[in-house]
């Protein structure tokens, strides 16, 4: 039975809802406190943004190449967009196979943490049947090796996003496709955080023998970061009433359909964090200097969480609240800066004349590469919380982002 959470109770706990700053709290809905070392939002300038590149189609995901420069995908449009500062976009590649429509397209991108030896670069799309992973070398970007295929498509609960761990392993989180039994049939790939090597095999660790599968039990999971210790978080779309993060074990249960957000049931790990989706909505997340970054779509602004080595949560911040629209995906630049992509123009969002854009915000000092990351990347951790009675979904309405 799906957990819900009466409005009268979160207004008890005292949890607020201001625009600008929120009390964070954990799954079981106490304020968090405690000492953590984290980078300050103070030490990252929001008031003076770079916008280095506008007027995109819904860039989805992004990774730097080692020269610093960003490659972005276009969910809808499919292609491959090399950025540069200063300089105008430059498409790099038409990704073959990719069917939009919905919450379909184009969406994660990895480049190789070897990339200098081996040049390769990683896309996660929806074709016409399926969720595929492939790669390809940006010397020849036609061709394509399948890496992974198989995972059902739907128009919501696709997932996307991939990235490399500390294990040089490639992570990817596949959504439950709209049917949420598939989340916990472990013969499904659906619903599931799921671990390959690069070329695509099975690694021996996985928990279930001869499985891609990692962890189960995902509604929704558009965000995986590790923190500097090496810990897998996940940021995930709830229903109703709470959206997710998650410290990822292998072979961990998440409870998807059977519970939504905390939950006491042995069978299942909590939530670290959770938050109502009208103030989330989370896609893309990163970590930097032990604060959690995670981008909001629905919530139209960027969650800074400070997380101390033990994984202690502080109390969260909420930044550029409304500023810029929907907020897609933050990644940590090989200078130590914050790239943001907004989300307006895809069927949620409402677009400025500008839109989309990726934003750069510059930090105090350049900051090291996050665990098991060469030469830049991402890097997560735990969440917070707010409140709100309006039904929501992954990010707008209905049961989708």
């Given at each position: 039975m799906r957990l819900r959470v009466i409005a009268t109770v979160l207004l008890a706990l005292g949890l607020g809802t201001t625009a600008s700053a929120e009390a964070g709290a954990t799954a079981s809905g106490r304020p968090v406190g405690g000492a953590v070392l984290a980078l300050g939002a103070g030490d990252v300038d929001f008031a003076r943004p770079e916008v280095v590149a506008s007027g995109l189609d819904i860039p989805w995901g992004l990774d730097f190449l080692p020269d610093g420069s960003a490659l972005v995908a276009q969910r809808d449009q499919g292609t491959v967009l090399r950025i540069r500062p200063g300089r105008p976009p430059v498409q790099v590649a038409q990704i073959p196979g990719v069917i939009a429509g919905g919450e379909g397209g184009?969406?994660?991108?990895?480049?190789?943490?070897?990339?200098?030896?081996?040049?390769?670069?990683?896309?996660?799309?929806?074709?016409?049947?399926?969720?595929?992973?492939?790669?390809?070398?940006?010397?020849?970007?036609?061709?394509?090796?399948?890496?992974?295929?198989?995972?059902?498509?739907?128009?919501?609960?696709?997932?996307?996003?991939?990235?490399?761990?500390?294990?040089?392993?490639?992570?990817?989180?596949?959504?439950?496709?709209?049917v949420?039994?598939?989340?916990?049939?472990?013969?499904?790939?659906?619903?599931?955080?799921?671990?390959?090597?690069?070329?695509?095999?099975?690694?021996?660790?996985?928990?279930?023998?001869?499985?891609?599968?990692?962890?189960?039990?995902?509604?929704?999971?558009?965000?995986?970061?590790?923190?500097?210790?090496?810990?897998?978080?996940?940021?995930?779309?709830?229903?109703?009433?709470?959206?997710?993060?998650?410290?990822?074990?292998?072979?961990?249960?998440y409870g998807w359909p059977i519970v939504e957000g905390p939950s006491s049931?042995?069978?299942?790990?909590?939530?670290?964090?959770?938050?109502?989706?009208?103030?989330?909505?989370?896609?893309?997340?990163?970590?930097?200097?032990?604060?959690?970054?995670?981008?909001?779509?629905?919530?139209?602004?960027?969650?800074?969480?400070?997380?101390?080595?033990?994984?202690?949560?502080?109390?969260?911040?909420?930044?550029?609240?409304?500023?810029?629209?929907?907020?897609?995906?933050?990644?940590?630049?090989?200078?130590?800066?914050?790239?943001?992509?907004?989300?307006?123009?895809?069927?949620?969002?409402t677009p400025a004349p500008v839109d989309d854009r990726i934003l750069r915000f510059a930090t105090g000092e350049r900051q090291p590469p996050p665990a098991g990351r060469a030469g830049s990347r991402h890097f997560t951790v735990p969440i917070l919380t707010t409140t709100s009675s309006l039904p929501v979904c992954d990010q707008n309405t209905g049961s989708s982002e």
């Open positions: 184009l969406l994660g991108l990895a480049v190789s943490p070897r990339y200098r030896l081996d040049r390769w670069v990683y896309v996660c799309f929806t074709t016409a049947s399926d969720i595929r992973i492939t790669r390809f070398r940006l010397s020849a970007p036609q061709t394509q090796q399948v890496i992974l295929s198989g995972p059902a498509r739907a128009s919501i609960h696709n997932g996307g996003r991939i990235a490399f761990g500390p294990d040089g392993l490639l992570y990817a989180g596949i959504g439950d496709a709209g949420p039994a598939n989340a916990q049939n472990l013969a499904s790939r659906n619903g599931k955080i799921l671990r390959i090597r690069p070329n695509g095999s099975i690694p021996a660790g996985n928990p279930f023998a001869g499985s891609p599968v990692f962890s189960y039990g995902h509604r929704n999971v558009q965000g995986l970061t590790w923190d500097a210790q090496g810990r897998l978080f996940a940021t995930e779309f709830g229903q109703n009433t709470w959206d997710e993060v998650n410290r990822i074990v292998a072979g961990g249960n049931d042995p069978r299942f790990r909590a939530p670290v964090v959770v938050w109502p989706p009208a103030q989330a909505s989370p896609s893309g997340a990163t970590f930097a200097g032990g604060t959690l970054f995670v981008a909001a779509l629905r919530g139209a602004r960027l969650w800074a969480v400070p997380v101390s080595p033990a994984g202690t949560v502080g109390t969260p911040s909420a930044e550029l609240v409304g500023a810029y629209g929907r907020l897609r995906t933050v990644e940590l630049a090989p200078d130590g800066s914050l790239w943001v992509t907004t989300s307006n123009r895809d069927s949620n969002g």
